[in-house]
């Protein structure tokens, strides 16, 4: 008897749904971790402004001009 050989074509749907979660569960880390520095800048920037405020007050005082 001859064997019958099944030729493999394509994906499963199981494994089409695995990669897909995979790819979403990726996204969502590196969207969280985005977040998170963007968050990281917007605070180091609104340091910084306060600080040149601050400057700002301080030279002014030296000036006279307060």
């Known amino acids: 008897m001859k064997k019958i050989q099944k030729t493999k074509k394509g994906f499963t749907l199981i494994e089409m749904v695995l990669v897909i979660a995979i790819i979403v569960i990726l996204a969502a880390v590196l969207i969280m971790g985005i977040a998170g ?6 605070n180091a920037a609104d340091s910084v402004s306060a600080h040149n405020s601050a400057v700002d ?7 006279g001009q307060a």
Request: proline residues 0%.
């Open 37 to 42: 520095y963007l968050n990281r800048a917007h």
């Open 57 to 63: 007050v301080a030279v002014s005082a030296i000036d």
